[in-house]
């Protein structure tokens, strides 16, 4: 940003020089700054959630999140290159300044010149009516008493100095100078002040080999906080159509319309983000693998926006309509279901997590052309069981929620992770169920389902089901390679505190008791347990190891969130070494790390796909840290 300057003459103190940006007035122009279409909502359509930004804290304990309910995008600088033209040249302002007998008089007096550091460049600049006002500026520059910048010395060039371009960071491949480049890349600023890319901003001027690998960092991921951030990137892209093979990744995830318009009229006649430029948007970005929405832009998407996304752009793996579920979403769905569908999608990726309002005719026609799929997120759709059987066996699902989707039957459930192809190799499955209103899987089911688990699994919610304490022996194995763990109903702490121990034997059983393997747990989720159903004396009590040292690694253990202030006033959970921290409507118990314990896990894991904390309620389709929106529906909400 430019300095205010003074300038230092002699008579009256002069104005601070403010630039022209900063006389510009800040509040937006309704006219020109367009956010979201003017629509009326149906009866039927649900009421679209507050935006919530959800960030991962860079703090030493798990579980700890930041929480505000604007985007720490959307009070950055708006520009990424700046797009507005080079302010013109200052014309040279003179001063004249009236002698002291005679301050009205208009013909005596003196006239004083601007500083060099002003751009004057002698009196032969003052024009008077078109003509000089002096043509000494000569014997002024003879005499080196011109107001301008002196000569700058010549500098010795260094003899060990490589030639441009020649240096060693220059000489290294693309691929690795993008990797070391990615690094000064902040996806999500540290506080809402500080600049962001900077550091890029500055290898931009470097050298033409650092500015062309700078180039693919600042726009291979983009992400729109509000539509005027939209209205520029559209704009840079629509000039430079280079630029926009470059982009990547399109990110909505931190968007937010309240951001620049608090009224609903004033986004009623915005046209910055619109279903035509968004499509405009799209026919630039060729070469986009990654589309990330979610419902604050439900209604820009509409059935052109979905054609070219699953028909038109040939590169595309990753698709997020997370809580999109307007009527006209719904619509959109609808009238490209009579398209001609090709026999295979290319999107590996996707979630259409919470749209609860598209039918299961979406689903039996998307799925059977997912021959590629790795990540399924179907949480509170209505699939069907005929849906879910109809992926191809081809695909290599890594990822798959199906909590809440009430229409799929628990028989094809189990049936389907035990013979379908595709699921041999699961790393995160969520079957849960919000027990007051649904249960999908009662005792008879769980004892079917926990033996067939694959060994691949590393997070398991079998939240919501109807348990009982044989199905402990069944979750013992897991634990030996599960690092998250949300477990049913009607079990006691005693029987939960088995998954951590051994059992007693006596003597004549120790010659057949296989030999005690550690469990693996970090997370354990026991929110379907009430305040009154949870015996928190024997949770705390001596007797019990699930609270103690010994149960380690266990770091989290997620409760319900009526128990948040009664825990957090309790001086015997920091007694045995943990804490409670909470966001939004879940609360966890977290172990606290002392020096003594060495150095603590990031928790940062491969199949995570960039959060770092325990317990997300959503997959991630693309590898990038928690923030916006998704950190909402990961780490703030109930299932």
């Given at each position: ?12 103190p002069s104005?601070?020089h ?8 800040p509040?937006?122009?309704s006219s020109n700054?367009?956010?979201h279409r ?10 679209r ?7 991962e804290a860079?703090?030493?304990m ?14 950055q600088?708006?520009?990424?290159i700046?797009?507005?033209p080079?302010?013109p040249?200052?014309?040279v302002?003179?001063q004249?300044v009236?002698?002291v007998?005679?301050p ?17 460049q002698?009196w032969?600049?003052i024009g008077v ?5 002096s043509?000494?500026y ?13 000569a700058s010395?010549?500098?010795?060039k260094?003899p ?6 020649q240096s ?9 100078l993008?990797?070391?480049i990615?690094h ?13 890319n900077?550091?890029l ?7 033409r080999?650092?500015h ?13 906080p ?6 520029k990137f559209?704009?840079?892209i ?9 982009v990547?990744r ?6 937010n319309?309240t ?16 279903p ?6 799209l026919?630039?970005?060729?070469f ?18 979905l054609n070219k996304?699953f ?10 309509f ?5 009527a ?8 490209i279901?009579s398209?001609?569908?090709p ?13 609860i ?7 039996e026609?998307?799925l059977?052309?997912?021959g590629n ?8 759709a209505r ?9 191809p066996?081809?695909a ?5 929620n ?6 799929l ?14 699921v041999?190799g ?21 004892s079917?389902?926990i033996?067939i688990l694959?060994q691949?699994?590393?997070s ?15 979750l013992r194995?897991l634990?030996?390679h ?7 109903r ?7 505190d088995?998954?951590?121990v051994?059992d007693?034997v006596?003597?004549?059983e120790?010659d ?14 026991l929110s379907d347990?009430?305040?009154?159903e ?7 009590g001596?007797?019990?190891s699930?609270?103690?040292k010994y149960?380690?690694?266990?770091e989290v ?6 128990l ?15 804490t409670v921290?909470?966001?939004?409507s879940r ?5 606290i790390h002392?020096?003594e ?10 199949w995570?796909?960039?959060a770092s ?5 959503k ?11 998704y ?5 703030k909400?109930?299932?």
């Amino acid at each position: 940003m430019d300095q205010t300057t003074i300038s230092p003459v002699a008579g009256p103190p002069s104005r601070p020089h403010i630039p022209a940006k900063l006389k510009q007035n800040p509040m937006p122009d309704s006219s020109n700054d367009m956010d979201h279409r003017g629509h009326t909502t149906p009866p039927d359509t649900p009421s679209r959630s507050s935006f919530s930004s959800v960030r991962e804290a860079d703090l030493d304990m798990a579980q700890t999140f930041t929480s505000t309910k604007f985007s720490s995008y959307s009070r950055q600088a708006e520009e990424v290159i700046d797009d507005q033209p080079s302010p013109p040249a200052m014309a040279v302002q003179p001063q004249f300044v009236p002698p002291v007998t005679q301050p009205n008089s208009k013909l005596h007096g003196c006239w004083f010149p601007a500083v060099a550091a002003e751009g004057f460049q002698g009196w032969k600049q003052i024009g008077v009516k078109g003509r000089q006002a002096s043509r000494s500026y000569g014997d002024l520059q003879a005499l080196r008493i011109v107001w301008s910048n002196p000569a700058s010395p010549t500098k010795r060039k260094d003899p060990e100095r490589p030639a441009p371009g020649q240096s060693s960071i220059e000489k290294l491949p693309t691929e690795l100078l993008g990797q070391i480049i990615d690094h000064l890349v902040i996806d999500v600023p540290p506080n809402g002040i500080s600049a962001r890319n900077v550091d890029l901003m500055c290898l931009l001027l470097t050298s033409r080999t650092l500015h062309s690998a700078t180039l693919n960092a600042l726009y291979k991921n983009i992400t729109i906080p509000h539509s005027r951030i939209f209205r520029k990137f559209l704009a840079h892209i629509a000039q430079n159509q280079e630029l926009g093979t470059i982009v990547r990744r399109l990110d909505f995830s931190h968007f937010n319309p309240t951001t620049l318009f608090s009224t609903a009229s004033e986004r009623a006649t915005t046209r910055n983000l619109t279903p035509e430029t968004l499509m405009q948007c799209l026919e630039l970005a060729p070469f986009l693998r990654e589309f990330l929405a979610q419902e604050y832009v439900e209604d820009e998407i509409d059935a052109s926006v979905l054609n070219k996304l699953f028909f038109g752009l040939e590169r595309l793996q990753g698709i997020d309509f997370c809580g999109c579920s307007s009527a006209s979403f719904k619509n959109a769905f609808q009238l490209i279901l009579s398209s001609d569908w090709p026999e295979a999608l290319s999107i590996s990726r996707i979630s259409l997590h919470k749209c609860i309002t598209l039918p299961a005719s979406v689903f039996e026609t998307l799925l059977p052309r997912l021959g590629n799929l790795t990540h399924l997120d179907l949480s509170g759709a209505r699939v069907t069981d005929e849906a879910l059987l109809s992926i191809p066996h081809n695909a290599k699902i890594t990822h798959l929620n199906l909590s809440k989707c009430k229409l799929l039957s628990a028989d094809v459930v189990i049936d389907f992770l035990k013979d379908h192809p595709a699921v041999k190799g699961l790393v995160f499955l969520s079957l849960g169920a919000d027990a007051r209103s649904h249960q999908l899987l009662d005792e008879d089911d769980l004892s079917k389902l926990i033996p067939i688990l694959p060994q691949t699994l590393r997070s398991l919610s079998l939240k919501g089901s109807k348990m009982a304490p044989s199905h402990i022996d069944l979750l013992r194995p897991l634990t030996k390679h599960l690092e998250e763990l949300a477990l049913g109903r009607r079990l006691k702490i005693t029987d939960i505190d088995r998954l951590f121990v051994p059992d007693e034997v006596n003597d004549d059983e120790m010659d057949w008791q296989p030999e005690w393997v550690p469990h693996t747990l970090k997370y354990l989720d026991l929110s379907d347990y009430t305040a009154a159903e949870l015996d928190l004396i024997t949770l705390f009590g001596r007797n019990t190891s699930i609270m103690k040292k010994y149960s380690s690694p266990l770091e989290v253990i997620e409760v319900t969130d009526d128990l948040y202030v009664r825990m957090a006033k309790s001086s015997v959970v920091r007694q045995l070494g943990w804490t409670v921290t909470e966001n939004g409507s879940r609360a966890w118990l977290v172990r606290i790390h002392g020096p003594e314990d060495g150095p603590r896990d990031s928790g940062l894991r491969p199949w995570k796909m960039g959060a770092s904390f325990w317990g997300m309620r959503k997959i991630p389709v693309a590898s990038a840290e928690v923030g916006g929106m998704y950190g909402s529906y990961m780490f703030k909400r109930k299932l």
